[in-house]
Every structure is written in C-alpha cells, then in structure tokens.
C-alpha cells in the first residue's frame, strides 16, 4: 500500500532548512538543502523494515538514472551512528548517500510515524512530497 501527501503553499510548514541548511553526510562533505540546483530526495529507512529494505534497489536506481535532475540521500530511523550505521548500509546494499543525523526538528517537521518515508524536497528546501510507504521507481518518477 502507498500514500501519497503532497504539501504546497508559502508557509513555513512547507518549507525545510530555515535555520540551518548544511547536513552532514556520513560519507564525508555535507548537502546544503536550500541551495541545491536539484531535487532532494529523502528516504527515512530502518534495519528492521521489510518495505524499506524492498525499495533500497528502486532508490538506487533512481539515484543512477537521475543524477542529473536529483539527489537521493538516506536517514537512518533508529539513529544509528558510525560503524553500526555503515555495517548496516552495507547489509542493505544502499549506494546513495546517508545523513548523519535526523533534520526534521530543525525543519519543523513532524516525526516519521511510518516506514518507510521519502520527501522530495526542490532546491529553494520547500517540502513538495511526502511519500508514505514503499515507493517504486515508477511510482517517483511520476512526480519528477
């Protein structure tokens, strides 16, 4: 099952990254949301969520197909860290950069409540889609 819940308007619900911008990336380098020339995509994923796991290799490839047009990055929900959270990129076989950390409390968003989750976010840090449950290839490039 997918839900589907876009987010349009002015305010500041809708827009992410007011206060900081900059987020670390467990790879090295950091991704600033607001002054990306592409979409951001944001997927929220746990060890533990068969879903999750089903739509790691659409992610994948969505970030190869697309690199011209977008960004794909991951949030790891359990809050792993480290070593932990490599070994578990790893397991999962994700090939597009994580975050270090959850930036939702600073956006003002409210928290994940179901996994998987994936924003797709444009380059000025406004919130266009919020994707609830496992999403396919297709199912994003319909909104691209």
């Keep these: ?6 987010c349009s308007g002015d305010n500041s619900e809708s827009m992410v990254g007011l206060a900081d911008s900059q987020y670390p990336l467990l790879e090295g380098g950091t991704i600033d949301v607001k002054a990306h020339d592409k979409l951001l995509i944001i997927n929220y994923w746990a060890i533990w969520c068969a879903p999750c796991r089903k ?3 659409e992610l994948n490839e969505l970030a190869t197909h697309y690199t011209d047009k977008l960004t794909v990055v991951g949030v790891n929900f359990d809050g792993s860290q480290d070593d932990v959270l490599r070994s578990e990129i790893t397991k999962l076989g994700i090939k597009f ?3 270090i950390q959850d930036p939702r409390e600073t956006w003002g968003l409210e928290p ?3 996994l998987p989750e994936t924003l797709i976010i444009s380059g000025e840090g406004k919130v266009l889609h919020r994707l609830i449950g496992p999403q396919t290839l297709a199912s994003i490039e319909k909104l691209l």
């Design 1 to 6: 099952m997918c839900f589907l819940v876009g």
């Design 55 to 57: 739509e790691i290799p």
């Design 97 to 99: 950069p994580s975050l």
């Design 112 to 114: 994940v409540s179901i």
